[in-house]
């Protein structure tokens, strides 16, 4: 009678060693297929949090690599893509940087003149090298609008516009509530329209701040110009439904990222993280 309990136990415990490795291998393929699936989502919301490929490539690469060593202490009770996207802003956050202050504004602070004043004292001929760097200036100029947000608001925000994910979604990943998502992402829309309709040409070309008059300034005091933002396309930007769209809409129309992937690349670079860790 002993032996037959012994090997009852022996075969429960096998059974629940088998149904362990099952659900484990199923959460591994799951985790897989989410971060193929949402790699555009995951790639734009982290390269508008840091600024940059290399960090951002980074980053991905460093949360890829938590998820699936961390996979076994992953909870039923939150959603997948909830922790995943998580462990991604908690990586990004490593790479945040705050400003209090625009360069233009400490610019003509340090003068003694006004936006508009520094602006019109800035002679300038067309050049057609300029426009060569014109898309990488204004990707620098999202860039520092960004990083005169507070965190929580700049995460809000990306992830409202970088993922389309619900507020609802939002709050789960942030451990927020609804409504403060809401008033969050109100503050963060907010303080972005007041900083690209004071002054950027890009929103309505009678502003003052124009790409062109940048570049000379900077060239004229042998300052670095941008290079390695590059996102946004000039020639979209002159079609005819940005011009029709609202200043919140432009905006985030702005921070989009348009970034093309290889999906079976992006598909063998997932699988072999997994296959180095699990």
Known sequence: MDGVKNRRFVSDGNNRMMSNNSYDAKLQMELENLIIQDYHKLYSCAFRMIGNHQDTEDVLQ??????????????SESKLFTWLYRILINESYKHFNYINKLPLVKITEDLGVSEQ???DSIEYTDNFDDDLVIDELREKC???FLKCLPKKQRVCFLLKTCTGL????????????????????????????????????????????????????????????PAGYQQIKTDELRKTHFKNLSLLEKIDYLYTVDQKYDQKEISDKIKKIAANIV
């Not at 789960?172 to 900083?195: A, C, D, H, P, Y």
């Not at 929103?203 to 670095?224: A, G, R, T, V, Y």
């Open 62 to 75: 460093n949360s890829f690599l938590l998820a699936y060593k961390n996979l076994s202490t992953f909870r």
């Open 117 to 119: 004043e520094f602006f």
């Open 142 to 144: 999202l860039q520092a």
């Open 166 to 225: 619900k507020n609802k979604e939002i709050a789960e990943i942030l451990n927020m509530s609804v409504e403060n998502v809401k008033v969050t992402l109100f503050r963060g829309r907010k303080q972005l329209q007041e900083l690209f309709e004071m002054r950027c040409s890009l929103i309505d070309p009678e502003k003052p701040c124009k790409c062109q008059l940048w570049i000379k300034f900077m060239k004229d005091h042998s300052l670095p110009l």
